[in-house]
C-alpha cells in the first residue's frame, strides 16, 4: 500500500521540543521532495519546511526559522521535522507531503497550486502548559 504516515506529535509545554516523523511505505522519498505542513483550527494550511530530493536545499516559514530543522535519511525511507523552542501558535495537525519535480520554496509556498502526489493524515501537535 503506498502512503506516507506520520508519527511523534502528542502535548507539549511552550519552549518544549518534538520530533516528527514522515515514513513512507510502498514507494521510496528518494525522488520525492518533501514538506510539512499544518493547519490549525479555523486557519488555512501552511507550508512549514519542505527539502528538495536533490542537493537537500530546504525551505522554512518565517513563522519557524531558527526553531525547527528538516532532515531527510533515504535509508529509513523518512523525513524528519525537528520542532525545539515551541510556542502554543505551533499548535495544529501537522501532515507531510511528497512531490516529483518540485523545489522546497515552491513545494511549501504554492502547494495549494501544485497537486502534491501523496498526503499523509496528519499528527496532532498540542503546545499548552
Known amino acids: 500500500q503506498v502512503q506516507l504516515v506520520e508519527s511523534g506529535g502528542g502535548l507539549v509545554q511552550p519552549g518544549g521540543s518534538l520530533r516528527l516523523s514522515c515514513t513512507a511505505s510502498?514507494?521510496?522519498?528518494?525522488?520525492?521532495?518533501i514538506g510539512w505542513f499544518r493547519q490549525a483550527p479555523g486557519k488555512e494550511r501552511e507550508g512549514v519546511s519542505c527539502?528538495?530530493?536533490?542537493?537537500?536545499?530546504?525551505y522554512y516559514a518565517d513563522s519557524v526559522k531558527g526553531r525547527f530543522t528538516i532532515s531527510r535519511d533515504n535509508a529509513k525511507n523518512t523525513v524528519y521535522l525537528q520542532m525545539n523552542s515551541l510556542k502554543p501558535e505551533d499548535t495544529a495537525v501537522y501532515y507531510c507531503?511528497?512531490?516529483?519535480?518540485?523545489?522546497?520554496?515552491?513545494?511549501?509556498?504554492?502547494?495549494?497550486?501544485?497537486?502534491?502526489?501523496?498526503w499523509g493524515k496528519g499528527t496532532l501537535v498540542t503546545v499548552s502548559s
Open positions: 507531503a511528497a512531490i516529483k519535480g518540485l523545489g522546497p520554496q515552491a513545494m511549501c509556498v504554492g502547494s495549494y497550486y501544485y497537486g502534491m502526489d501523496y
Open positions: 510502498g514507494f521510496t522519498l528518494d525522488y520525492y521532495s
Open positions: 527539502i528538495s530530493s536533490s542537493d537537500g536545499s530546504t
